[in-house]
Nanobody, 123 residues
């Protein structure tokens, strides 16, 4: 079965940290860029960060700059999103997506999506 599975979400206090994982099964992420998206309550899904197959990252959201970091471990066929200094406005469902190409593209396409993992930042 070809799928991406996110994990690592949960409830965290403001100022805390979480690391989300995005594990692929049934296909390799080696030649695909990985992107992370977030959908806050009542808002459209927004793209946060992307990492190319070679490890170069691109930030698409000023709101997470300096706080969130994207990485990947091709040996584990997994991507990661390290989130630090979390704020209540970071609350939402986080999705990872595997792009069709090795480089980060502004418009995708994304061939695979995870089911999403909930992150709630609250005291």
């Amino acid at each position: 079965q070809l799928q991406l599975v996110e994990s690592g979400g949960g409830l965290v206090q403001p100022g805390g940290s979480l690391r989300l994982s995005c594990a692929a099964s049934g296909f390799t992420l080696d030649y695909r860029a990985i992107s992370w998206f977030r959908q806050a309550p009542g808002k459209e899904r927004e793209r946060l960060l992307c990492i190319s197959s070679s490890g170069g990252s691109t930030n698409y959201a000023n709101s997470v700059k300096g706080r969130f970091t994207i990485s990947r471990d091709n040996a584990k066929n997994t991507g990661y999103l390290q989130m630090n200094s979390l704020k209540p406005e970071d609350t939402g469902v986080y999705y990872c997506a595997a792009g069709r190409h090795p480089l980060c593209s502004n418009y995708g396409p994304w061939d695979y999506w995870g089911q999403g993992t909930q992150v709630t930042v609250s005291a």
